[in-house]
């Protein structure tokens, strides 16, 4: 991979992170909006936030009773787990930076009275810094220690994504199109070489279509520690089974590799605009959560399209959480 690219935003990130407590605790509210807004702003740090957006009802309430200070002083937050915690500290922290307090009254910051739970005392400045480590510091550590395991895909996958829509879209359509009007079954893969060569281009070693007991998954890297990437790219044209198809080989690929995520690519040649709704990802990578995996999923659009002007009305292909999950239910363990 291009560490050089990794290297610059670690230390950028470490930078602004160190800097969050400095000097005068008092506009700590602002200094944390900017650095909410730099990482995810950042397309790297963006898709190696998007697996936290989807957390459970009971760590949403936990947050809404600390953020609204509806405890006991000095009742520490426990967590189970290192995920727990992470979806935690992202949820309250997501929700401190979007309130608004008056600037006169720099005591009313809510970081400041959440911290004042955990650092009780005279003393005002540790109650930020106690903020700021028991919650910021997780995610700050999370991203760092991400930038060299496997979720340096989705940042791949995000520039691929790019490259394709922008300068290859063209090239790509009519290699799809010429194999499909051959009756050669082969526009699909194609599609998936070109993916896998833009990924090998940039550091990432894996393996193409290894046989498994359930089928062929498009591409699985070399074990990256315990975990290794797995993709599955679909050409979407008509059906929208084959999306639902897709989603359902790549979680069942993760369940028989026994690995935390997947990701799923659809080129898109049809008419429609591919959405997502309901309670998933509005980030550039769909995250749907299903028992312990996550899947992840990326539109890359490379079909003809008029002009804005000439285009009309949209014709939107909407999928929910529900529509996902429900079909996976009931294929569970099949490929078609």
Not at 38 to 46: A, T, V, Y
């Amino acid at each position: 991979m291009n560490f050089e690219i990794i290297q610059i935003a670690r230390q950028r990130l470490q930078k602004r992170f160190l800097k969050l407590p400095e000097d005068d605790f008092r506009v700590f509210h602002g200094r944390l909006i900017v650095f909410w807004n730099f990482i995810n702003s950042s397309r790297l740090f963006c898709s190696l936030l998007v697996e936290l957006e989807n957390t459970s009802s009971d760590i949403v309430e936990r947050v809404n009773r600390l953020f609204n200070l509806e405890r006991p002083r000095g009742d520490l937050e426990t967590f189970r787990s290192e995920r727990e915690q992470l979806e935690f500290s992202y949820q309250l922290i997501k929700q401190c930076v979007q309130y608004e307090y008056d600037p006169r009254y720099w005591n009313s910051q809510k970081e400041f009275l959440i911290g004042d739970y955990f650092r009780p005392g005279k003393e005002n400045d540790p109650k930020i810094r106690a903020f700021w480590n028991i919650f910021v510091r997780p995610i700050y550590e999370f991203l760092d220690e991400q930038l060299d395991d496997k979720n340096i895909l989705l940042y791949l996958v995000e520039r691929y994504k790019h490259l394709a829509e922008w300068f290859r879209a063209d090239q790509l359509r009519e290699a799809y199109l010429k194999e499909k009007e051959s009756r050669s079954h082969r526009g699909e893969k194609i599609l998936a070489y070109d993916v896998y060569e833009f990924l090998f281009s940039q550091g990432l070693d894996f393996h193409i279509a290894p046989h498994s007991a359930t089928g062929e998954i498009d591409m699985i890297s070399e074990p990256v520690e315990e975990n290794r990437l797995m993709v599955e790219v679909k050409v979407f044209d008509a059906d929208k089974r084959v999306i639902l198809n897709g989603f359902n080989q790549i979680y069942t690929y993760t369940l028989e590799y026994n690995q935390p995520f997947g990701c799923l690519l659809i080129f898109n040649l049809s008419v429609h605009d591919i959405c997502f709704s309901g309670d998933l990802s509005e980030n550039p990578f769909v995250g749907v959560s299903i028992h312990d995996k996550t899947i992840f999923i990326a539109v890359i659009d490379i079909a003809t399209r008029p002009s804005a002007s000439k285009r009309g009305k949209l014709e939107p292909l909407v999928f929910t959480r529900e529509d996902l999950v429900s079909f996976t239910d009931t294929t569970q363990g099949t490929i078609p």
